[in-house]
């Protein structure tokens, strides 16, 4: 790429730089701002009279004795608890993401491998089931969970999402699987191996970036769920993103809007540590499911 770029006339490769720095710019500075603004007081950062206070900061000096404050975090973690929340959304998402993973690499193989036409109309039907509104779909679900006792718990929750993302997981693993040349399989079967060692073995290694990529956007559908997430959990089991909701949902408290800018910014930063540890997997099995083999 950068030998590509390197042809181009001058001109043109200012104006493609430029055209870069201000996607860049326009991309990162809303999350920077609300970084920035999570260190200050309410009456700073969302100041009507002059929006450089944000910046100087006169009040929070004068309310927390410094220009920047910590408070809230303090108040989003520790006297909101927020921490619970956090803790619900990673038994939330590792669940959704090992069980997706699981049922998608064995069926997105299954289908694959299957010479057989019901394997089509199965995919068909998982991507229609994959269009509807997320809405449509809980809806269903909240009469039988309120008879059965089980509304509100983290379990349900869980079992909804997988069904909303296995759709999913099972068309973008059956694509990947699709890459591998079936002679791989077949050379394990004939020096001994049974259909699922050679799964294990042989396809599973030279398909990990795929498997990984599928991961990491079934942990962003769990991570990120609003809909299922805050009509199917209780007060007490809210995750991260309906727990912000709720900060904003009572503005009139003093702090808690603070409060969500702080839990905004904590629910945030663990996603762009996630995509940059696993970013050279991401593009291989992106890169991997686009070339068919």
């Not at 181009?8 to 710019?25: G, K, Y």
């Not at 991309?27 to 200050?40: I, M, Q, R």
């Not at 990984?212 to 997430?229: C, E, H, K, P, Q």
Request: glycine share 6%.
């Amino acid at each position: 790429m950068s030998t590509a770029l390197t042809r181009l006339p001058p001109n043109l490769r200012l104006i493609s730089a430029a055209l870069v720095a201000i996607w860049l710019i326009a991309a990162a500075f809303p999350f920077l701002w609300t970084v920035w603004g999570s260190f200050k007081v309410e009456a700073d950062f969302f100041s009507r009279q002059d929006w450089m206070s944000a910046l100087t900061g006169p009040r929070t000096r004068l309310q927390t004795g410094g220009a920047y404050t910590l408070d809230g975090y303090r108040g989003a973690w520790i006297e909101r608890e927020f921490w619970r929340a956090a803790v619900n959304t990673l038994i939330v998402t590792v669940s959704v993401t090992l069980i997706s993973l699981t049922i998608g690499t064995l069926g997105g193989y299954a289908l694959a491998r299957s010479g057989y036409r019901y394997a089509f109309w199965i995919l068909i039907a998982a991507l229609v089931f994959r269009a509807m509104p997320h809405i449509t779909l809980v809806s269903g679900y909240m009469l039988p969970f309120f008879e059965l006792n089980i509304w509100g718990v983290l379990p349900t929750t869980i079992i909804v999402l997988v069904a909303i993302n296995q759709p999913f997981t099972l068309w973008m693993l059956h694509s990947f699987f699709l890459s591998i040349p079936k002679d791989l399989d077949e050379s394990a079967l004939v020096d001994g191996c049974t259909r699922f060692e050679a799964f294990r073995l042989v396809v599973i290694p030279v398909m990990w970036p795929g498997v990984i990529t599928t991961g990491l956007f079934s942990f962003l559908l769990a991570y990120n769920d609003f809909a299922v997430t805050s009509m199917l959990l209780s007060q007490e089991n809210q995750t991260m993103v309906p727990k912000i909701a709720s900060f904003l949902g009572s503005i009139h408290e003093e702090g808690n809007v603070m409060f969500a800018v702080a839990a905004v910014v904590s629910a945030t930063v663990p996603l762009f540590i996630l995509v940059l540890f696993f970013q050279r997997q991401i593009v291989s099995g992106l890169t991997a499911g686009a070339v068919k083999g």
